[in-house]
């Protein structure tokens, strides 16, 4: 019999993409038998994952994520490139369904045998979510989709998530004065690698406008932050600001230039495998940390004394510290 | 015999300093029998909090902030307030030292009988330093200090820390350009109440123009993020950005003004009780998350196998996810 991990990474066409639709079901499950199914299949897989390039995508509600992803795929999937596309979103189990990585909205990608989409998984916390689907793009990289693409809809700390688990983040933006300092103000513009103005034929002179203030609001946030960039060392990527129009399907082809020269210079210079490894770190405490939270909260122990703690702390009966104290004893004890 | 409470809450001068000085080095003691009497001692100071103003107050090196509050500390005992200064340094166990709240530098106020002043614990963590200042905050108050100014250089997140634990989050600044979009890139323009740009006097129109500047950058940042700024409601308190220059005494009673608007302001709209409320039990979630990490790190099993799994991890030969469900399953077991 084949095995789920083997027909993932060897199965033919419709064959292959009913294996990953059924492994990525499995590790969104909770439950504890299919759990441990789920890890032996990423045990199984992991070798055959991490040579794929992944790229993070976020912007705000109608700056045309969709349509940009539909042409990039498309383009990609032209120059021989098979391509995955997931989404994380937060807010989908609130809103009662996610519009993002709807497939709907890709309409000639989303039918293509060489693209594979994937909407949010519908769980509740940005963690949870997140944990699937950076799960979700093992799978695929070990199905052979080289390039994969994480959308974002920029809910809570849903950026940071995607390009903490991503090679490069981009980030789309219209051609508004005003959203610059909005992405500076949540700290979503210092994780761009590369920001894309979209929509910018609808006003070329905005769209300009919004590029040079990008550019130097980048330029500045760099100089605070990272020394590397006061001498603009030719082997470092600087964070750099494209105009496009992913309607018309203008400026696609500019876009991964840029991309793939990041991606060049990254390797050269290490910064790409030593990402990755810092992600990978992160990742596993980030998971440990939502482990031990939820431990703590179905403790017996805990969830008797939670609710009256509580309200003490609240009333100042009791200070916060002292409550955290009897909280973590009344763990320990059994 | 005098319990340290009692001495806390009433004994007569050099008394109660020294058992303020006990009781704080009981809190900061890593001891178990100690964390016990710490304990119960907040528990019987905590009905005597409370009634204190908080002021949190922070700025990059050089910006004059000893100057600062030795003049505002001198100011409010004339006016017959008591003021304990506390300060919050997570580098000092690094740089060998913690310049901040050091009696060297607060030569009139630190004599002065109706001041006390303590500088930072010299602990590691910043959880770690901020618990123990927060707790000392506490027995200042039992003992009748009705000022707390919580001081802090900003390395790292300690302004959030600060700004977490006071009813009013003042941030100094140099009249600069520039230094205005590091604070919003790190976050802390949003943390401030108001903006104090200090050595006004060397470069009025430097400091005019930076006025200007954080005045514009607060009302976009308000903008975004706070409804209630469209309509300047009277009721409600609109971030400010005032120049003094406390080597010549000059702005501190403007200064001390406006402190004391936003705090019959916060007073009356329920803004500060309901701070102090989430600041409680933020204040337990930390210590409680604080808490579990620990225990996790000093687990024998987790400490078996955490080192191999970072490893596996960081090569890439077992999924991020697997190696944290493995370290929480072998907590489990005993």
């Avoid at 990008?214 to 105009?243: K, N």
Wanted: proline share 3%.
């Amino acid at each position: 019999m084949v095995s789920l991990a083997q027909s993932i990474l060897g199965a033919p066409g419709a064959q292959q993409r009913r294996a990953i639709a059924k492994a990525i079901t499995l590790l969104e499950s909770t439950r504890g038998d299919h759990r441990t199914q789920a890890d032996a299949l990423l045990t199984d897989l992991l070798p055959h994952t991490g040579t794929s390039f992944r790229l993070g995508i976020s912007g705000v509600p109608g700056v045309g994520k969709s349509t940009f992803i539909e042409a990039l795929g498309l383009a990609l999937i032209a120059q021989g490139h098979r391509v995955a596309v997931l989404a994380i979103d937060p807010s989908s189990s609130v809103s009662g369904g996610s519009i993002l990585g709807d497939k709907t909205r890709m309409e000639h990608l989303s039918v293509h045998p060489q693209a594979y989409i994937r909407p949010s998984p519908a769980s509740g916390t940005l963690g949870g979510v997140a944990a699937k689907t950076r799960e979700a793009m093992l799978v695929c990289e070990a199905a052979g989709y080289d390039i994969v693409i994480v959308e974002t809809v920029g809910v809570g700390q849903s950026e940071t998530a995607v390009s903490g688990m991503t090679d490069m983040f981009v980030l789309l933006q219209l051609p508004n004065a005003g959203d610059d300092l909005q992405a500076i103000k949540k700290g979503v513009m210092e994780l761009a690698d590369l920001v894309v103005i979209n929509k910018a034929d609808i006003d070329p002179d905005a769209a300009t406008r919004a590029q040079a203030q990008i550019t130097s609001a980048l330029r500045i946030l760099g100089q605070h932050g990272r020394a590397d960039h006061a001498h603009h060392d030719e082997s470092q990527w600087h964070p750099q600001v494209l105009q496009l129009s992913a309607l018309k399907g203008q400026g696609i082809d500019r876009f991964w230039q840029a991309v793939t020269r990041f991606r060049q210079l990254q390797e050269a210079n290490g910064k790409l495998a030593a990402r990755r490894r810092h992600q990978s770190l992160d990742w596993m405490w980030e998971r440990i940390e939502s482990g031990l939270r939820q431990a703590f909260r179905q403790h017996a122990g805990v969830k008797s004394l939670l609710p009256q703690l509580t309200k003490e702390v609240e009333q100042g009966r009791i200070a916060a510290s002292t409550a955290a104290r009897q909280l973590l004893q009344a763990m320990q004890q059994k």
